[in-house]
Structures are given as structure tokens and as C-alpha cells.
């Protein structure tokens, strides 16, 4: 059973993340491996639609910051419980996708990307004219005093997202190996050839959209708990497109690991360096890392690493 | 008398303020080869894409098995039959030649056997093409004739009943340009009708049955290899008045 | 509520702040329409070179136009640099433009971080004698901030489409975008063609800048608004037609000024949007395209 592995190795990292929360009480692990899961997430969810298919997504802030706020909506309209909020984040940025990739996938690559960085002023536009969710200024959010065996709720969301993250890069590494996976990569090598071939590129690529918006609605869904506040200057904050999309290519966009790698590399590194430069300097090394390694190695480290390998072999 | 297998009819195309195709009527029955041969921006090309789904026609019909296959998209087209080849080759550089044909077959296969392992058959077509040294090399590193005969080898793997070579011999040496003949010979032999598009008059005579030649959009002239050689308004097209 | 002299106010702002929206599309008309070069980053160079008359403005209280106008050859040889870069990394391999949109997306973000670590995050605006001022036609009040911007946009989209209508380098610049073996065969080297293209496409934000600074105050992630509503127009008139991206503008400037005087402010941008998700289901033609 070629997926016993698979499940017992995401089994055991979830099981001893819940461990974790029972030994550790520092405040500040769980803030940073949350970021840090967090981008695992996006990154991987970005990396379906731009490394598997070869559509670049600069809107990711949109479809984040759409799941936090049908959230917070569900969450102040009807008291709805964590998980029914989740669902229905990922199901709101997953039409979001949809709508958005049945208007323009018909079209050339580039104007899919034009639409994703003018979709993300325009939705937090609209947003800041909702006074029900707080509007401009926003809203502070208060964490519940209890939530099911754990001690604190800094580790109730830790564990939720290490949950989504297992399953983002669970879903993505099903997907690289399947038929579909064959098909995006196809689409990305050569769209019209891959279209001549018998591959339905449409609905390929809006799956692959509308299964990427999903993923990034639900990785924004527990935000504003972690942050306890809700506001659009943060939810649709400019950092996220960049390293939603820095990081797999940094990391390697063909396969699943890229992201992670990518995440994990970068999302330390801005850990650290927020600690010690100021976050914009931070961010500008962030930008010119990404041009460097776009320009010179586009196959990010997961491909140089290879190089290195076949080379040794040779 | 062969079964019809395609029927175009009356189609036009036009690009903004070009006429590309005006009236263009084509048969193709059943186990034939038709040659079709033009001066260079006759419309050969965009007829092919009108055929294969790539490009909506302005006007006319396009029937396959007696079926209007104009409103449907490229990748059904295959599907029921219809596979191409590129002028350019436009190979999946990021795959190796052997995962290069794992696409249409799986893609042209039932939803059910999409996932299985179609590396027998696909090895096999490698086999009757003559690439199956290089299955695992990535098709970015192939040379150019070995890229023109993916390109008949991922048709084939669409599983098609009608192939369309699009100037698959341009530019190649005159035994490459045999190799290439055989295999489409070969492949007639299985029952696939083709539609070759070509240049080398030595090879679309000895090929087709019928020839179609084609000028500013317009079909010119019908018939036999023989009638079309010593037709005076196919000279004009080629040296002009 | 509705009043005639409402609506017409609204109109004539609309068409004056189409001009000025020409003007900061053209550089987008030339690269993406004619070169098919999606510089996204092009906006922020516009903030840039708004943030560079604003600099000689309060050092030297130099008239904002004018300095535009001297930061143009700065920004015709920036414009010529990235052009290089993007060049010889992806267009001559072949490469889809999956890299390229990356790497001018990531200028965008070096650029806006940039000018963030140099200028904060505050508004900055400027002094110039027309700011303040209105002139009165009738019922029609015409404010100089609006209508002098409104005038020099016209001024350069109607010098650029004398450029690229009667000149050899204009002429080439048209036939690079159709035919680039032609233009070989005649002796003109297309990538030297690209790159003046390319250069002048991004020379027309150091003046474009301007105008927005004399329009409005500036923050340095302004350009993010501009994204939509430049390539909404170009798609729009028609990737690279001159005249159709005016009258683009013009219909972009009065759809927000209607939307902004009747709905508020906020839903302006959503025109935008809206307008360029119909540009993308109208194309290939566009307005008055190709």
C-alpha cells in the first residue's frame, strides 16, 4: 500500500507536535513555528498553480486575507464553531479562484497574473468599506479562555496549523505523483501541445486555481486569532505575495519539497533577521534574493541540489 | 468506396484584416493519405488548426465520423481521434521522451486507467518510431530529428484515427527524410488515415493518394499525384506567373 | 441625490483625470502592447519618479513638470538597463513568462521597500503656484491641480504618437511588435529597437510621476492602485494603439468619477477592476486594436 507511509509519517509529526504542546510552554516557540507552518502552506498552495502549472498567482494576500475574514464574519454572525470557520474559508478563497479563473485562464498566462495583482487593492477596498467586520480601523479579536485538552490557545492554533501544513504538502506531493500532476506539468511545459494531446487544460488549470485559493483561504482563517486582531492593512499585507511566491522559487518549483525547503530556509531566516534589521530591510533582502535567484538559478535549491547529484554520478 | 472519416466544408478564417482560409472544402476517407501542399502563407497551417480545435474557423463545418466536432475544443477532438504533429516541435521539456508519450495515452484513456502504468505501451511506439534508446532522455536534449519523430511518436500515443504531420521532413537530410516517410508509411499500414503537409514534392508524391493544394486560403486544385504535377494552375502558384 | 451640475463636474473631472491616466499608461502601451513585455514594476517606477520631483521640489522648489521632465533620461536609462537584464535572462532563451513576470514583480517589491526605507511611509506632497487654483467655465469649475496634468498628459500622448507614427525609431518601434524578421531584413536590429522601446516606455514615468504628485499627495505603495486601472486601459484600447489607449483613459477617468461622486470614493477602484475583467473578455481586439 504505496500510501501506509505517507499517512504514518504525517501521523507521527502531527502526534508529536501534540506532544510538544505538553513539554513546551514558551509563548514565542509557538508564534514562530506558526509563521513559519503558516508559510509552508501558502507557499506550497502557491506552488501548485505557479511551479506545477506555470501560473503566476501575485494575489495571494487576496485569497489569505479573504479566508481570515469569512472567518471572523461566520465567527461574529453565528458563533460558528473552529472547524465549520475553516471549511468555509477554504470554500470562499476556493470560489474566489474559480471565478477568477474561469474570467481569465481562457487568455494568455500573463493576464491571469495582471488580474491576481489588481484583485488584492480592489478586495481590500471593499473590505475597509464593511463596517461589520471592523472596517478600516478593524477589530480585536478575543481568543476563547478554553479550547479542548490544551493549555494555551497559542497552542491550540499551532497545532492547527501544523495540521494544515501536513496537509498541504500531503496534498501536493499526491497530486505531483498523479495523473493530474502529469497533466499541470504538461500545461506548464507546453499549453497548446499539451492541449493537442488530450489534456483538458481548462478545467486543469482552474482546478488547480480554485484547490490553490482553497488552501491559502484556510491557512488564513486562524489569523486573526493569532495575531488576536483583525484589519486589512495586516490581512493583505504585501508580504505575503512576495514570500508565498519567493519561496518556492527559491526552494525549487517542480516538486513539493521546493516550498517546504523554501519556507522553511526563508521563513527562519525572516525570524531571525526581524529580531535583528528592521523588517522592511529584511523584506528588501527578501525582494533582491528573489531576483537573484530567478535570474541565475531558476530551478531554486531543490534543482541545484540535483545538478550537484547527477554530477557526482556522471 | 472508403468511408468518409473527415469532412471540412465552406471554412474561413480570418486574422483582423486578413483572409487566411476562404471556402476550403476537404475530404479525408478512411485508411487514405492526402497530401496537402502549398506555397509558404497558403493557410496550410491554419487549416490544420482549424481541424485539430486550436484555432474556431469564422465560418464553415468541420464533421469527424459524421459528427459536427466545430464547437469542440482541442483536447476532445484528440480524444476522439484526431492527433497532431507541430511544424515546431514544442516537446515537454521538463519530461523525458518516454513520460512525453505517457500524456496523451493517459489523457486519451478512460477516466478509470488514467493512473496505471502505461510504460509497455509506450515503449512499444518508441519501438515502430526508432527512439527507444533515448526513452529516458529529456526531450529538451534531442536532436532535430529525433524531436520530429517525438512529435509523430506523442501523435500516435494520442491514439488517433486520423494524424496530421505538419511539415514533419523541413529541414531534415534525404534519409532522415526516408525514415520519417517510413514511419508514416508504417503507421497507414495500421489503418490511420493521414493528412501530411509537406514540401518535399518527392516525398508527398510517393506518399499520398490524393494531393489538395492550397494558395491565399483557397484550395486550387484536387486529385491524383500524377493530375496535380501537371497542373498548370498549381505551377502558377509555386513560380508565378 | 442628483443634480445636473453634480453630474456635469463630475464628468469634466473624469476627463481630466483621464488625460493624466494616459499618461501613465503609455509607458504600459509601449511595452506590454507593443513589446508584449508585462513590466508590472512600471507603476512603482512611476511613484518612483514622483518621489524624485518631490526631492528636487522641496531642495530647490523646481516646478514639479519640469523636473519630471529632467528625470527623464535617468529613467529612459534605467528603462534601457532593465530591458538588458530582462533580455539576455529570459526573452533569449525562450523562457515563458512565468520568469519574467517574477523578476519584474520582484523590482516592484525592491522598489516600493526602497522607497519605504528612504521616505517612511507618510504622505509627502508638493508646492507649485496652480496647485490650489480654479478656473470657472460657466457651471463648470476646472481645478488646475486636475487640469494642468491633464493638459501635459495630452501633451505626451499626443507627442508619442508622433514619435512612433513619423520617425525611423518610432516607425521600427511599430514594426518590431509585427514583424521582427522584416525589420531585420531592412536593417534595423530588433533587440536595439526593443530596448529604446523598452527605455521609452519607462522614460514616460519620471513625467508621469509628476503629474500624480501635482494631482495628489504620494505614498510609496500608491503604485499598487495604478496596476489595474494601466493595464485595464491598455488591454482596453487595444495593446498599443495610442488613440485607443486615450480614449480608454478618458472612459476609465469618468467611470471612477462618476462612481466617486455618486456611490463614494471607495468604489473607484472597483471600477477599475471591473473594467479591466471586461477588457479581458472583450480582447483580442480591444477598443481599437490590433
Given amino acids: 500500500m504505496k500510501w501506509l507511509w505517507p499517512v504514518l509519517i504525517g501521523c507521527s509529526i502531527l502526534g508529536a507536535g ?27 498552495a502557491w506552488n501548485i498553480l505557479g511551479g506545477y502549472t506555470g501560473y503566476v498567482n501575485f494575489g495571494t494576500p487576496a485569497f489569505f486575507a479573504l479566508g481570515a475574514y469569512t472567518a471572523t464574519f461566520l465567527m461574529l454572525a453565528y458563533k460558528a464553531p473552529f472547524l465549520v470557520l475553516l471549511l468555509a474559508g477554504g470554500l470562499i478563497s476556493g470560489l474566489l479562484g474559480l471565478g477568477l479563473g474561469y474570467l481569465t485562464l481562457r487568455l494568455k498566462g500573463v493576464f491571469f497574473s495582471i488580474a491576481t495583482l489588481a484583485l488584492t487593492v480592489v478586495l481590500q477596498t471593499l473590505i475597509i468599506n464593511w463596517e461589520f467586520v471592523g472596517g478600516a480601523k478593524g477589530l480585536s479579536i478575543i481568543r476563547p479562555a478554553t479550547i479542548l485538552f490544551f493549555s494555551s490557545y497559542s497552542k491550540f492554533l499551532f497545532v492547527v496549523m501544523l495540521c494544515l501544513a501536513i496537509g498541504a504538502v500531503a496534498i501536493a506531493r499526491w497530486i505531483e505523483h498523479s495523473w493530474i500532476g502529469r497533466g499541470l506539468a504538461a500545461i506548464r511545459d507546453n499549453e497548446e501541445a499539451a492541449e493537442c494531446m488530450g489534456v483538458p487544460t481548462l478545467k486543469l488549470k482552474i482546478l488547480a486555481t480554485t484547490l490553490s485559493g482553497c488552501l491559502m483561504g484556510m491557512a488564513g482563517v486562524p489569523f486573526p ?6 484589519e486589512p492593512g495586516s490581512a493583505f499585507n504585501l508580504d505575503y505575495a512576495v514570500n508565498s511566491l519567493a519561496m518556492p522559487m527559491i526552494g525549487g518549483t517542480t516538486t513539493w519539497v521546493g516550498p517546504l525547503v523554501g519556507a522553511v530556509l526563508l521563513g527562519v531566516a525572516q525570524q531571525v533577521a526581524t529580531v535583528t534589521i528592521s523588517s522592511e530591510l529584511n523584506l528588501l533582502i527578501v525582494g533582491v534574493v528573489l531576483v537573484a535567484f530567478v535570474i541565475l538559478a531558476p530551478e531554486g535549491l531543490v534543482g541545484l541540489v540535483r545538478r550537484l547529484v547527477k554530477r557526482e554520478h556522471a | 468506396m472508403a468511408a468518409t472519416l473527415l469532412e471540412v466544408q465552406h471554412v474561413t478564417k480570418r486574422f483582423g484584416g486578413f483572409q487566411a482560409l ?21 493557410g496550410k497551417t491554419t487549416l490544420i488548426n482549424c481541424i485539430a480545435g486550436v484555432l474556431r474557423p469564422d465560418g464553415g463545418s468541420i464533421r469527424f465520423h459524421d459528427t459536427d466536432i466545430t464547437p469542440l475544443p482541442a483536447h476532445q477532438r484528440t480524444r476522439l481521434g484526431i492527433a497532431r504533429s507541430f511544424q515546431i516541435p514544442k516537446p515537454f521539456t521538463s519530461m523525458t521522451v518516454l513520460e512525453n508519450l505517457c500524456i496523451p495515452l493517459a489523457y486519451t484513456a478512460p477516466m478509470q486507467d488514467r493512473g496505471t502504468d502505461m510504460t509497455a505501451e509506450a515503449m512499444a511506439i518508441l519501438q515502430l518510431i526508432g527512439l527507444e534508446a533515448k526513452a529516458h532522455m529529456r526531450s529538451a536534449h534531442l536532436t532535430l530529428i529525433e524531436l520530429r519523430k517525438l512529435e509523430l511518436a506523442r501523435a500516435m500515443a494520442a491514439r488517433p484515427r486520423l494524424l496530421i504531420s505538419d511539415e514533419a521532413m523541413a529541414g531534415l537530410s534525404s534519409a532522415e ?25 518527392r516525398a508527398v508524391m510517393r506518399f499520398s493518394h490524393r494531393v489538395i493544394v492550397l494558395d491565399a486560403g483557397r484550395t486550387i486544385a484536387e486529385g491524383t499525384p500524377e493530375e496535380i504535377l501537371h497542373n498548370t494552375a498549381v505551377e502558377k502558384a509555386y513560380l508565378g506567373e | 441625490m442628483f443634480s445636473f451640475d453634480l453630474l456635469v463636474n463630475a464628468v469634466v473631472a473624469g476627463i481630466l483625470l ?12 509601449v511595452t506590454f502592447g507593443l513589446l508584449d513585455v508585462a513590466n508590472i514594476a512600471h507603476p512603482v517606477f512611476i511613484i518612483a519618479g514622483a518621489y524624485a520631483v518631490y526631492a528636487v521640489n522641496t531642495a530647490y522648489a523646481l516646478d514639479p513638470i519640469l523636473a519630471g521632465l529632467l528625470f527623464t533620461p535617468l529613467f529612459y536609462g534605467l528603462g534601457v538597463v532593465i530591458y538588458r537584464i530582462y533580455y539576455v535572462s529570459f526573452e533569449r532563451a525562450g523562457e515563458q513568462s512565468l520568469r519574467g513576470l517574477v523578476f519584474f514583480f520582484g523590482l516592484l517589491f525592491i522598489a516600493e521597500v526602497s522607497l519605504i526605507l528612504a521616505y517612511g511611509v507618510d504622505y509627502r506632497l508638493i508646492e507649485a503656484p496652480y496647485i490650489g487654483r480654479s478656473v470657472s467655465i460657466g457651471p463648470i469649475g476646472i481645478s488646475l491641480r486636475l487640469g494642468v496634468p491633464c493638459v501635459v498628459g495630452l501633451l505626451l500622448t499626443l507627442a508619442l504618437y508622433l514619435f512612433l507614427a513619423k520617425t525611423f525609431y518610432g516607425k521600427a518601434i511599430m514594426g518590431v511588435s509585427q514583424d521582427s524578421l522584416a525589420l531585420r531584413l531592412m536593417g534595423a536590429n530588433p533587440i536595439q529597437i526593443k530596448t529604446i522601446a523598452f527605455g521609452l516606455g519607462m522614460a514616460t514615468a519620471s513625467l508621469a510621476g509628476a503629474l500624480l504628485i501635482v494631482i495628489v499627495p504620494i505614498e510609496p505603495s500608491m503604485g499598487r492602485e495604478y496596476i489595474g486601472r494601466v ?21 476609465l477617468g469618468v467611470a471612477e468619477s462618476l462612481t466617486s461622486t455618486f456611490s463614494g470614493p471607495s468604489w473607484a477602484l472597483a471600477v477599475s477592476f471591473g473594467i479591466l475583467l471586461v477588457a479581458l473578455a472583450v480582447r483580442p481586439a480591444g477598443l481599437f486594436g490590433r
Avoid at chain 1, 509557538?30 to 507552518?37: G, N, R, S, W
Avoid at chain 2, 489503418?191 to 501530411?196: A, D, N, P, R, T
Wanted: proline share 1%; hydrophobic share 55%.
Fill in chain 1, 18 to 44: 501534540v506532544l510538544l504542546t505538553g513539554v513546551v510552554e514558551n509563548r514565542y516557540v509557538y508564534f514562530a513555528t506558526y509563521v513559519i507552518l503558516q508559510y509552508i502552506v501558502l507557499a506550497t
Fill in chain 2, 22 to 42: 476562404t471556402d476550403v472544402n476537404l475530404q479525408v476517407h478512411q485508411g487514405e493519405c492526402l497530401g496537402l501542399i502549398g506555397p509558404n502563407g497558403s
Fill in chain 2, 177 to 201: 527524410v526516408d525514415e520519417i516517410l517510413a514511419i508514416l508509411t508504417a503507421l497507414n499500414a495500421r489503418g490511420i488515415s493521414i493528412i501530411m503537409i509537406e514540401h518535399i514534392m
Fill in chain 3, 231 to 251: 493595464f485595464a486601459i491598455t488591454v482596453l484600447g487595444g495593446m498599443g494603439s495610442i488613440g485607443g489607449t486615450l480614449a480608454a483613459a478618458l472612459i
Fill in chain 3, 18 to 29: 483621464g488625460g493624466f491616466y494616459a499618461a501613465v499608461s503609455l509607458g504600459i502601451s
Fill in chain 1, 225 to 230: 486569532w493569532h495575531v488576536t486582531l483583525i
